[in-house]
Structure formats: C-alpha cells, structure tokens
C-alpha cells in the first residue's frame, strides 16, 4: 500500500514522530558530513498549478539532497493551458514513470483527488485553505531543535487564520506530538468554524502570550492589505502585532517562527525580525530536510516505522 502525505491531521503520533525524527537525522547526517539514503533512479514530480516559489524551490531541492530526478509540471505548461483537468493532468503524468508526485494546488483536498489517479505517493505541498504538511514538519523539527521537547510547551500563533493552510497544518502537528495551541487574532479572520481545530482561540493578545513559550507570527496576506473590509492595518497593529513590550509576557527565552515572506513592521515588529530569537531561516533550513525526509518516507511502503525510528535514531 502506498503512503501519501496529505494531511497531518489523518496521521497518527507515530507516523509523525518518525517524520520529526527522520528530519533530525537527515539535517544531522548533513551538517556532519554523513551521506543520507539515496533514492538514485527515483522520479519525483512538482506539479504546481499555483506559483509557488520558496515551496518548489525547497522541494527541488530537498529532492536532490537523497539523489532524486526531478521533473516540473508548472502553472504556464501545457496541462495549464489547455484546461486539462487534474484528473487527466495526474493520469498523464502516471505514465512518465514518475514514481513520487508532490502536489500544490489553489483547491482544498485536490492532493487527495489526485492521489486516486496516481500510483505512487503523494506528497501535499499546500492545498487551498486545508493544511501544508511539510512546513508543520519543518515547524516543529525547529522548536524540537531548540527545547529538545514539543510536549508540554505552549505555542501562540497571532494572525490572519481564515485561510491559513500553515496554522491549520501546524496547530494539528503540535498538538497531536503534546503542546498547547492557542490562537488570537482578528474575528473577521478567523475560520468560520474552529470548533473542531485543536486549539484554544483567545479574543486578547496579552492574554494569549502569558507563559507562551513559542510565538508564531502568521503573514498577512496582500489581499487583506488592499481590502480593509475585515478591518483596519492601524487597528490590526494596535492589537495584534507583536512587539518588544509584548514579547515580555511571553516566557524568558521564548522564540519566535514565521513562515514568510515577512511584513515588516505590519504583523511583527521590525526589530524582532532582526533579534536572535526570531527563527524564521532555522524553519527554512529545516524545511529541506524535512521535505526529503517526507519524500523518503513515503517511497518506504513494506518498511515497518519502528524499522525507521531506528535508521532516524542510528546516530
């Protein structure tokens, strides 16, 4: 049986404590000049049907670091152009002996659609408003590698949630590996329905921050900026933006993620950016390894996961 990738909130703690450590291992190795598993003769596809110029860059090259072939179907190709259906588009690509086929796509759970037309694994590289698997493991590989431990930490991430794959992604991840999850940010940009998510929405971003050991800021998208109907910017930074006064609420050594690009001055302020507790290319750097370890994981279809905690814990 095959093994995508396709929501982190289908996967068992297992599975995701495998992917974290996996992606320890293979930063580890790295940095320490060990050779990584090598998936030589292996083709990976990208098929992007929405621009996406840091995911497909890291994904590439993730794909290179364990000796893959890529192969990039991109929005301006023929499948694009023409109106195939992704149906058809996937069923093509099936038969270019692809062997792994990573998918971004502007609609929610099209990765799962696809995933019924291709005969090798799917990996989601980000689908509409539903979740970003990779970049969730990239977030906790970061905070692991900083407290040593997910579980038991407090984790607060400030923003614009409606359509963000990434909180959603993210929230699932560190909760189901044992941290607390809080949420705090505009009501007009929250999901409509939160109630099943595994977090604690807050209405006050001084309330959320107390004891937090982890602050995620969430970027806020150009569209919000050119369409003040959720709100105001003055009215959002007076609020919501985090800032030096209110990072002392958090707990003394706190870090602070964000996914980027960076709104300088908008959703955090300038000088955090530029402070050693903001840890934004340790998520860069971690989402390439993270990304191989996913590709590497899904090609392992009659391993048993214990089999790979041991090759993830050999070191």
């Known amino acids: 049986m095959k093994r995508d990738l396709i929501a982190i909130r289908y996967l068992p703690e297992d599975y995701l404590e495998t992917l974290l450590h996996l992606t320890h291992d293979f930063r580890n190795r790295y940095t320490n000049r060990i050779e990584l598993p090598s998936l030589e003769r292996t083709n990976l596809g990208l098929l992007f049907s929405s621009v996406s110029r840091r995911t497909k860059s890291s994904f590439h090259q993730a794909a290179n670091l364990i000796g893959c072939n890529v192969v990039e179907y991109s929005p301006n190709m023929d499948w694009k152009i023409r109106g195939e259906s992704l149906k058809d588009a ?5 038969q270019e002996l692809i062997d792994i086929l990573v998918v971004r796509h502007h609609s929610g759970g099209a990765p799962g659609y696809a995933s019924k037309y291709f005969n090798g694994p799917i990996i989601n590289a980000g689908d509409g408003n539903h979740e970003h698997p990779t970049q969730a493991i990239a977030d906790a590989a970061t905070i692991y590698d900083y407290f040593g431990k997910i579980r038991g930490l407090t984790v607060t991430m400030i923003g614009d949630f409606s359509e963000s794959r990434v909180a959603r992604s993210s929230a699932w991840m560190l909760s189901k590996l044992g941290a607390e999850v809080r949420w705090v940010g505009p009501k007009n940009l929250m999901p409509i ?13 001084d309330d959320a921050l107390k004891d937090t050991d982890v602050v995620y800021c969430l970027r806020m998208k150009n569209k919000r900026i050119d369409d003040r109907s959720w709100g105001s910017l003055p009215g959002f930074i007076k609020a919501f933006q985090l800032n030096s006064k209110r990072m002392k609420l958090a707990q003394d050594g706190a870090i602070i993620l964000h996914a980027g690009p960076v709104n300088r001055g908008l959703e955090i302020e300038d000088v955090l950016v530029d402070s050693e507790n903001f840890l934004m290319g340790k998520q860069i750097e971690y989402g390439l390894f993270a990304r191989s370890a996913s590709i590497y994981w899904s ?5 048993e996961d214990d089999v790979l905690l041991k090759v993830a814990n050999s070191n």
């Open 90 to 94: 996937v069923k093509t690509i099936s």
């Open 193 to 205: 329905d939160y109630s099943k998510l595994p977090v604690t929405v807050y209405a006050h971003l």
């Open 299 to 303: 090609t392992q279809k009659a391993v």
